[in-house]
C-alpha cells in the first residue's frame, strides 16, 4: 500500500464506529504491520480509549492492555513510596 492508502484507511477507521470485535481483529492486524502503518494509526486513533486492548504500539513488546497495566502498578508504587516517605 502506497502511504496514501495507509492514510485514507485510517481516516476511514478513525470516522467509523467500530464494534469491539472489529476492533480487536484491526489490533491484531495492525500489531504485526510495517512501522509505518502503526505509525500513522497512532496518529490518528486513541490507542488506549479501550479498543484496542489487543494492540501492541510501535515500538513495544506488550498489548496496551498490558501497558496500560503496568503504567498503573508503577503509578500505585509511586505513590506508596511517597506515602511511606512522608510518615517519616
Known amino acids: 500500500m502506497t502511504d496514501e492508502q ?3 484507511l485510517i481516516e476511514t477507521i478513525a ?3 467500530l464494534s469491539d470485535e472489529q476492533a480487536e ?3 491484531r492486524l495492525l500489531s504485526s504491520a510495517p512501522d509505518e502503518v502503526k505509525s500513522e494509526f497512532e496518529e490518528q486513533i ?3 480509549s479501550g479498543q484496542f486492548d ?3 504500539p510501535l515500538g513495544s513488546t506488550v498489548d ?3 501497558r496500560r ?3 498503573a502498578i508503577a503509578a500505585s ?3 506508596g513510596s511517597l506515602s511511606s516517605r512522608r510518615r517519616n
Do not use: G, H, K, M
Request: glycine share 0%; proline share 0%.
Open 6 to 8: 495507509i492514510e485514507n
Open 15 to 17: 470516522e467509523t464506529e
Open 25 to 27: 481483529e484491526l489490533s
Open 46 to 48: 486513541d490507542i488506549f
Open 54 to 56: 489487543v494492540y501492541v
Open 64 to 66: 496496551v492492555e498490558a
Open 69 to 71: 497495566s503496568l503504567l
Open 77 to 79: 508504587t509511586s505513590i
